[in-house]
C-alpha cells in the first residue's frame, strides 16, 4: 500500500531553512509572506488493510520519521 | 493565499535519504518496500486570485523551490 507522510515544524518551532526560503525568495522579488520547510516521505508499506497501515505508519512516524517534539505528521494513504 | 508545494526526487534519480529511511525502518522490524524523501514547503504569497497564485508559485519552483533537473513539484492551494 502506497501512503505519503507530511512531517513539519510545529508551530512556534524555529525553522531556520524556511526563515532561508522566504528570505531568498523576497531577494528573488517574490511577495510572500511566509514560508516552512518540512518533509514529504513516499512509503510502500505491506499490510493488509488500511487501518493497519495507518497505525504502522504512526509507529514509523514516531519512532524515525518525525521529531514528535518539535515535528507535527500527517498520513495520507493513496487509495 | 497560503499554499503546499511538494518536491520530490524524480522516478530513476537516486535518493540516498530515501534508501537511509527504507533501512532504517527496515531495521527497527518494519515491512517496507520503498521509500522515496522529498521536501515539503508552506507558503504564504500575495496574490489577487488562484491563477496568478499558482503561476507565481510555478516561478518559486523553478528558480528556487526544486531543481527541475532531478525534482518533481505538485502545487496545491488552500481554498
Redesign the interface.
Known sequence: MKATV???PKAGILDPQ?QA?ES??RQ?G??????????????????TDAEQARA?IE??CE???ANPLIESYEIELDA
Open positions: 507530511l512531517v513539519r524556511g526560503v531568498s525568495l528573488l517574490f511577495s510572500v509572506d511566509g514560508a516552512r520547510v518540512g518533509r514529504v516521505v513516499d512509503l510502500e508499506v505491506e499490510a504502522e509507529r514509523m519512532e524515525l520519521l
